[in-house]
């Protein structure tokens, strides 16, 4: 239940920062070194690409790793767990208990930060004398391409990161041609959290989970319902007047199964569950802000429009 809901509110807090967070900055070169501006507006400078590399979010981890500089990462937070070199690193915590005495031993050239972690989080390592790096979230796809370009300004892999970038927009632009022959579009319940079944958390506008399912030819159960809620708790009734084509379990991770999901009082004639239409997803391809965002829209694309894809 409780790592269910922690789910839930690990995402909410991704979803809050990226909504004040300013317009994600275009990294720069000077002369003597690096310089970027972060999500906190703060300008972070290095002397050279940095090689001992501390990531403290999960999506920061990810997106290291995608522009090639996972052997410079020296630590993770709690929850990195991909890709799976991850797990040889040492953990320094997570959420709002990092330890910080074993980050200041690790010595590290860079701290890199995401929105998950609070400005005083920031301001207390950087008291330290470690140059911390707040990267700010991305709304949309092309904003996760420039996050990648910073990543890889810090860390000297602009070229892996322009060839990735440049493969990620060719799988996106692939995929979009193909949904042009879209007529129709199904309701999708994207279902993160049902510790209470009969009142499930879902997704709605501003998240990535909505941006996808739309991208990938879907109608989210939240704009048919006329949810406005990011992350809303729905009724059994407002489930039932929307009727989904598709339920999509994003807790599936958490040991919600097909099946009970059928037996939950009401749901027996909802037309995804008649039609068997419900399936288990890894809620990680649309949660975490970095390159698998491209894999998450192909899989919802692949369940929400099967026929294309025959």
């Given at each position: 239940?409780?790592r269910k809901?922690?789910?839930?509110?690990?995402?909410?807090a991704l979803l809050?920062s990226?909504?004040?967070?300013?317009?994600?900055?275009q990294?720069t070169a000077?002369?003597?070194?690096?310089?970027?501006?972060?999500?906190?507006?703060r300008?972070?400078?290095?002397?050279?690409?940095?090689q001992?590399i501390?990531?403290?979010?999960?999506?920061n981890?990810?997106?290291?790793?995608?522009?090639?500089?996972?052997?410079?990462?020296?630590?993770?937070?709690?929850f990195s767990?991909?890709?799976?070199?991850?797990?040889?690193?040492?953990k320094i915590?997570g959420?709002?208990?990092?330890?910080?005495?074993q980050?200041?031993?690790?010595?590290?050239?860079?701290?890199?930060?995401a929105?998950?972690?609070?400005?005083?989080?920031?301001k207390?390592i950087?008291d330290l004398g470690i140059?911390?790096y707040?990267l700010?979230?991305?709304?949309?796809?092309?904003d996760?391409?420039t996050?990648l370009?910073?990543?890889?300004?810090?860390t000297?892999h602009e070229?892996?990161?322009?060839?990735?970038?440049?493969?990620?927009?060719?799988?996106?632009?692939?995929?979009?041609e193909?949904?042009?022959?879209?007529t129709?579009?199904p309701?999708?319940?994207?279902?993160?959290?049902?510790?209470?079944?009969a009142?499930p958390?879902t997704?709605?506008?501003?998240?990535?989970?909505?941006?996808l399912?739309?991208r990938a030819?879907?109608?989210n159960?939240t704009?048919?319902?006329?949810?406005?809620?990011p992350?809303?708790?729905v009724?059994?009734?407002?489930?039932v007047t929307?009727?989904?084509?598709?339920?999509?379990?994003?807790?599936s991770?958490w040991?919600?199964?097909i099946?009970?999901?059928?037996q939950?009082?009401?749901?027996?004639?909802l037309?995804?569950?008649?039609?068997?239409?419900?399936?288990?997803f890894?809620d990680?391809?649309?949660?975490r802000?970095g390159p698998?965002?491209v894999?998450?829209?192909?899989a919802?694309?692949?369940l929400?429009h099967?026929?294309?894809f025959?």
């Open positions: 239940m409780f809901l922690a789910l839930v509110l690990f995402v909410l809050v990226a909504c004040a967070a300013p317009a994600t900055p990294p000077v002369p003597t070194g690096i310089s970027v501006a972060d999500g906190l507006g300008v972070v400078k290095l002397a050279g690409p940095a001992k501390v990531s403290m979010a999960p999506s981890t990810e997106l290291l790793f995608a522009v090639g500089a996972g052997k410079q990462v020296i630590a993770r937070d709690d767990d991909f890709p799976a070199e991850v797990s040889a690193l040492p915590g959420t709002n208990k990092y330890n910080i005495e980050i200041v031993a690790l010595k590290p050239d860079l701290v890199l930060m929105e998950i972690n609070t400005p005083e989080q920031v207390s950087e140059t911390v707040y700010a979230n991305p709304k949309t796809l092309e996760m391409y996050n370009l910073i990543v890889a300004s810090l000297g070229k892996d990161a322009a060839s990735l970038i440049e493969t990620l927009k060719t799988r996106v632009a692939a995929l979009d193909k949904l042009k022959a879209v129709s579009r309701v999708v319940f994207y279902e993160l959290d049902s510790t209470d079944p009142k958390y997704a709605g506008p501003g998240t990535f989970v909505d941006l399912i739309v030819g879907g109608a159960l704009t048919a319902a006329g949810i406005k809620d992350y809303p708790q009724s059994v009734e407002q489930v929307t009727d989904p084509d598709k339920i999509v379990l994003g807790d991770m040991g919600t199964t099946e009970s999901v059928g939950r009082p009401g749901w027996e004639k037309k995804a569950v008649v039609g068997q239409q419900i399936f288990p890894d990680n391809l649309v949660s802000p698998r965002l894999d998450g829209l192909e919802l694309a692949k929400i099967p026929e294309l025959k």
